[in-house]
Every structure is written in C-alpha cells, then in structure tokens.
C-alpha cells in the first residue's frame, strides 16, 4: 500500500506565499519522478513544477521566477514554495508520484496521486 498526501493548501491573499508538501509513504523501495500539477476551476490539469530523482527539476513557464520545487529523498517527500500568488494561481494542487514498491512483481514502477489540496488566492 502507498498513500501519496499533499499538505499546505489554504486562502492567501495576492502578492502572498504558500508552501505545499507532499509526502509519500508506503510499500516503498524507490520514488522517482515527483510532480505538482494544478487544475484551475472549469480548466485541464496541468503540470507546474517536477522533481526527478536524478536532480533535475523543471518549473512551468506561467509560474517560473515564483515557484519553487524542492525535495528531500530521505522522506520522500516533495515541497512546493509559491512566492507572489496570483488570483490565477487558484487551483486544486495535486501532487504525483512515480512508485517503485517492494511487492512489484514485474519491476515496474507506479503511477500514484495525491486527494489534491486547494490553493485560493483572493483579496
């Protein structure tokens, strides 16, 4: 069993920062990939910002200069740091996790998701 549980949503006001955590747990041998992804009220997901397990990260081009992802393997956890929100960075956040578990019987890893947390920015 793997739970994937974000943490750190919340009303903020423009201008304002958050900071999103999302921590895995589980039957876990190995976290590879770990994404943010944002899905505005009425409109698609969409990727924000990833984190893979080699250090490369990538920020989404509508949030780059004020969001941060960050990570710390030995709690597999990832953070997102959001600086100067925006009313369109209102969304629900959700975090994603690429799982390797220790009961895999093909070696394969795993496509995990987050409930997703709210982030509302309004004055």
């Known amino acids: 069993q793997v739970q994937v549980v974000e943490s750190g949503g919340g009303l903020v006001q423009p201008g304002g920062s958050l900071r999103l955590s999302c921590a895995a747990s589980?039957?876990?041998?190995?976290?590879?990939?770990m994404n943010w992804y944002r899905q505005p009220p009425g409109k698609q997901r969409e990727l924000v910002a990833e984190?893979?397990?080699?250090?490369?990260?990538n920020i989404a081009e509508p949030v780059k200069g004020r969001f941060t992802i960050s990570r710390d393997n030995a709690k597999n956890t990832v953070y997102l740091q959001m600086d100067s929100l925006k009313p369109e960075d209102t969304a629900v956040y959700y975090c994603?996790?690429?799982?390797?578990?220790?009961?895999?019987?093909?070696?394969?890893?795993?496509?995990?998701w987050g409930q997703g947390t709210q982030v509302t920015v309004s004055s």
């Open positions: 994603y996790a690429e799982i390797l578990t220790y009961d895999s019987t093909d070696g394969q890893s795993r496509d995990y």
């Open positions: 589980g039957n876990i041998f190995r976290v590879y990939n």
């Open positions: 984190s893979h397990i080699d250090s490369f990260t």
